[in-house]
Every structure is written in structure tokens, then in C-alpha cells.
């Protein structure tokens, strides 16, 4: 057929995009700004899209369960995990993090969950919101 | 390919290591008369990354995930085939359900890398509205592999000894609208790939890689398939669950009645076997056991359990460009003791130069993307001195070792 992508050609007129404008509709000029304008509710946030069920973001970690075992830094691929030996816990550098949950699936205790949180983009790798401790 | 071999008629022309057409770094020499291409030479060892060295300071699990990484698009295959490798030193065998979970994710990764290619192909011969209609398929598959495993790309699914995420009941409903909405598109896919006009002219009889030049030079994957050799890892190995599976080898002449080794045949070799994953995942969860996804579900049991390991394995896992082969060796301590990887476009790499003879200078983007290589995958020695990078013949090296040996007589 000669044809046979008009009617796609046609159904993708009246389509929506498919595309999350996240975080406004339009980028704004400045950023920091406009985050402090989400704070004070002058702006409003598109949401992103949501993440799956069973995803794999921030590592959150309950202190006072942890027991200091150190099981999680043997299992850590990446050696993001340091061990702070005087007060038997641990320190997590989210930077060096790659996401595989291992030191979740090993905790004895399970003090470490991951969050669905994924905006951890930061122009310094030890920025307080990238140590988890 | 040295420089003495242009004449007056011929020229000489360097492609790489960085490129626009290229979508990885590698160095072609061509060797051209006029449009045509006499002599190619191809060199790699661009994109070394030490992966294999920094293996030795890691346990087995925590190689599973610098597995992952070797390549981006393969982040199922390299974890699976060094798990296979390891369960065969360590003597572990993952539950029968495992097995079968293990085949879903082998496949599901089959698909979206063949979807993958099947874009770049298209955009390589410069159809562009294809690849946007393929990568949309492809964005489907990568939801779902999403939805199975936590992440879109580095999916950390693979353990010693099973596998880490369950597929629940509930899971089921949306595979199997996912699998019929794959079903539904194959047929359009299909079409535009193997009617259309522009395909054909540019894919039929162009990159042809004879029966015997595919033997000779030992091609894997649907490379080798397309040129009709019967050459597939989960056929003749039966490792997974594909023992139990409905699974035979396909080339081309299933669908055409002949082989002809070219491009189009490996276009369509890619789109039957996209059709076989689907089927393959279906089978799957007809036939899915219940019981244990895990071996042994305490990873630090399992840790020590592995430390005590002494002897070799061998790994070998078909990945969606083919045969990936890792082998292991453990000497009791954490770390192994030696790893070696070679992935499949290691192999796919010399039949270039049968392909490319011939062709047209504007025929090099298709011929070499359709044997769908992956260069970061490939990489794993380089000899670097003075800044300067060596290659060693085998005299050389023969050299360095007399020379050694008289070093220590001394």
C-alpha cells in the first residue's frame, strides 16, 4: 500500500505527547528559583512519572535497628559503604551508590530499604543529601 | 593493513576511532578502487576498561554486578553466564523455578536488544520514521523489564544460585497483555522490514557472509544463523530450563525457503527470532513450577560457602548477539583467581572483512551495524607503553619470554 502511514500519520495529530513535561511546562530561566517558588507555592510542580513498583532509588537506613555487622560493605560492589567502627554503624555514599539493593537483600536486621526517591542529581558527590547515615 | 599495498589506482581511507558514523570507537582501514572496497583491516582495543583486573579485589557477588556492567545493553547476559560459570565451580544448582525465571529475563532482554537494533538498522540506511516506530515497540519491553526487575537497564536480577525477584500471580496479567501487544506489533514490524521498498534495496545482496566464511571464522549469534550455520547455545547446551522448552534453531530459509547470508537475511533472522523470544516467555509461564527462587537465601552462608571454592568453571550463556562465554578459576581465596570474559562481538568482529570486500563506501554503516557489534563488550587487552600502544606478534612475544627467563637466571 501506497499509503499506509496516513492513518498513523492522522491518529498521532489528535495524541496527545507522549512526553512528561517534568518539571514545568516551560524550562524555567532559573531553577534554584523556581524550586523556592514550589516551596513557597507560588509555582506549581509537574509530577514525574511514576516509578514501578519494586524500584531501586535512595537508600534509606534505619540506624537504630543496625547492629554494626558490617555484612552490607562485603557485598557492596562498588565500595560505597564505610564503616564507622567507634559507634558500630554505617556511612553510605549515595554518590559511588550503584543501585543494586545487595546490601538490602543481606542485612541480618533489615534496617536498609530503598525508597522510590530518584532525583539525587548534585554538583557535589558529598553533599549532604547524598550521605545517608 | 600496511600502507605499501596502495598503488596508483587505489586510495586509502581511515574511518575511526571516533567517528560520527560509528556509534562505538573503532579503527577501519579501507583500501578503495574508486567506490569500491579491496582490502579492510579493522583494529580494536579503544575502550579497555580493566573490567577482568578489577575483579580480583571483589567476592563472586560483588562481580555480578561489575558483570552487569561489561555492556549496557547485554546487563542480563554477563551476570547470567558468570553465575553459570561459578555454579559450575562451586557445584550449586538454582531451583527448577529459577531456571525458568532465568528464561523469562533471557529473553525479554532478547527483544528489547533486537528492537534496539533493528532501529539503529534503519536508521543506518537512514529511514528514520522506522526507528522511531521500532524504538516505541522497544520502550513497551523496557516498561516491562522495568516492572519485573526494579530498573529499565542495569536490572540486578541475577543471584548465585536462582534468581532475586519472584514473578507473582499478579505479575502474570500484565506480561501477557505486554507479550499480545509484542504479537499484535510483530505483523506491522514485519512488514515494513521485509516489504518495503528502501529496506530491500539497500539490505538484499549487500554484507553477504558465505556458509563457509561464517564457519571458517567461528561467527556466534544471528550472524552465524543468518548465514544458515545451526549454531545456538540454548539448543545444543540445555542449560535454564530451555531442556524443557519447545526450541529449535532459526535461519532464514524458515521464513524465505533460501539463505543467502546478506543483510535482509539478518534483518529477518532478528525479527523470527524476536517471534521465538515471545513464544519462549509464553511457554515459560504455562509451564513455571511453584518452589524456591534461591538456592540458598543466606548470602553470607552463601559467601562463605564460595570462599571455600577451589577448581575452574565455564559459563556459557546465548546472548542476543550470541555466544558468551565466561570462564572462572578459584583458588579458596575471596576474590578468584583468574576471570575471563569474551563476548560475542569478539567473534562477529572478522567476519567484517568478508562483508565489507566488495561493497561501497556508503554500504560500511549498515554491513557493520548488522552484525549489531558492541564494542565496550569486546575490549580486554591493551598494551600501552611510553604513551604509545603496541600490538605483540607472536615473535615478539617470544622475545619478551627468552628475555625474561634470562632476567631471572641472573
Known amino acids: 500500500m501506497k499509503f499506509s502511514m496516513l492513518p498513523s500519520v492522522f491518529a498521532q495529530m489528535f495524541k496527545k505527547p507522549w512526553t512528561n513535561k517534568f518539571p514545568a511546562k516551560y524550562a524555567p530561566a532559573n531553577t534554584t528559583k523556581f524550586l523556592a517558588d514550589v516551596g513557597t507555592g507560588k509555582a506549581k510542580l509537574i509530577p514525574p512519572v511514576e516509578t514501578p513498583p519494586g524500584f531501586r532509588g535512595k537508600i534509606k537506613y534505619d540506624k537504630e535497628k543496625c547492629i554494626g555487622c558490617n555484612l552490607c560493605i562485603k557485598v557492596c560492589p562498588c565500595g560505597a559503604i ?31 530499604t530503598m525508597s522510590d526517591e530518584f532525583l539525587l542529581a548534585d554538583a557535589d558527590p558529598y553533599s549532604k543529601d547524598l550521605i545517608v547515615e | 593493513m600496511k600502507q605499501k599495498t596502495t598503488s596508483k589506482t587505489t586510495y586509502h581511507i581511515p574511518v575511526g576511532p571516533i567517528h560520527p558514523a560509528l556509534k562505538e570507537p573503532v579503527f577501519f582501514e579501507f583500501e578503495l578502487d574508486g567506490e569500491k572496497i579491496v582490502d579492510v583491516d579493522v583494529k580494536l582495543g579503544h575502550v579497555h ?96 523489564t522495568e516492572y519485573l526487575t526494579g530498573n529499565r537497564v542495569t536490572k540486578g536480577i541475577f543471584m548465585i544460585g536462582g534468581i532475586r525477584r519472584d514473578i507473582t500471580k499478579d505479575m502474570i496479567p500484565r506480561i501477557q497483555k505486554d507479550l499480545k501487544y509484542f504479537k499484535d506489533i510483530f505483523g506491522k514490524l514485519k512488514k515494513v522490514f521485509l516489504d518495503d521498498k528502501t529496506v530491500k534495496l539497500r539490505s538484499q545482496g549487500a554484507g553477504i557472509l558465505t556458509y ?24 545444543d547446551t540445555s542449560y535454564f530450563a530451555y531442556g524443557d522448552l519447545d526450541i529449535d534453531y532459526i ?21 523470527l527470532e524476536v517471534k521465538q523470544s515471545i513464544d519462549l516467555i509464553e511457554q515459560c509461564i504455562d509451564k513455571m513450577p511453584s518452589g524456591d527462587i534461591v538456592a540458598e537465601p543466606k548470602l553470607a552462608k552463601l559467601l562463605s560457602q564460595l570462599k571455600k571454592v577451589e577448581g575452574e568453571g565455564i559459563g556459557v550463556h546465548e546472548a542476543p548477539r550470541g555466544e558468551v562465554y565466561h570462564y572462572i578459576k578459584m583458588d579458596g581465596n575471596e576474590a578468584p583467581f583468574t576471570w575471563k570474559v569474551r563476548a560475542p562481538t569478539y567473534n562477529n568482529i572478522l567476519p567484517w572483512i568478508p562483508m565489507l570486500l566488495g561493497e561501497q563506501i556508503a554500504d560500511i554503516p549498515i554491513v557493520a551495524a548488522s552484525t549489531d557489534p558492541c564494542m565496550s563488550c569486546t575490549n580486554r587487552v591493551g598494551i600501552v607503553k611510553d604513551g604509545n600502544k603496541y600490538e605483540l606478534s607472536k615473535e615478539e612475544l617470544h622475545k619478551l619470554s627468552v628475555e625474561k627467563t634470562r632476567r631471572l637466571m641472573k
Not at chain 2, 564457519?215 to 540454548?234: E, F, I, N, Q, Y
Request: glycine share 6%; charged share 30%; aromatic share 6%.
Open chain 2, 212 to 235: 563457509d566464511n561464517a564457519l571458517k571464522l567461528c561467527a556466534v549469534g544471528p550472524t552465524t544463523r543468518a548465514s544458515g550455520v545451526k549454531k545456538d547455545v540454548r539448543v
Open chain 2, 251 to 271: 535461519t532464514p530459509d524458515v521464513l524465505t525457503g533460501e539463505v543467502n547470508g546478506d543483510v535482509y537475511d539478518r534483518i529477518i533472522q532478528r525479527l
Open chain 2, 49 to 144: 576498561r580493566a573490567v577482568e583486573w578489577a575483579s580480583r579485589k571483589r567476592n563472586p557477588i560483588q562481580i555480578l554486578y561489575l558483570a552487569e556492567r561489561i555492556c549496557g545493553i547485554c546487563s542480563y547476559c554477563h551476570p547470567a553466564a558468570f553465575g553459570l560459570a561459578i555454579e559450575d565451580a562451586a557445584g550449586i544448582e538454582a531451583p527448577e523455578r529459577a531456571e525458568y525465571l532465568r528464561v523469562i529475563q533471557g529473553e525479554l532482554e532478547r527483544i528489547c536488544s533486537h528492537l534496539l537494533w533493528a532501529g539503529v538498522a534503519a536508521h543506518e540506511i537512514g529511514f528514520d520514521t522506522v526507528l522511531y516506530l521500532t524504538w516505541q515497540v522497544r520502550e513497551k519491553a523496557l516498561d516491562l
Open chain 1, 82 to 112: 564505610e564503616a564507622k567502627e567507634k559507634e558500630k554503624k554505617i556511612k553510605i555514599y549515595l554518590a559511588r551508590c550503584c543501585f543494586c539493593s545487595q546490601c538490602n537483600d543481606i542485612c541480618p536486621k533489615d534496617c536498609l
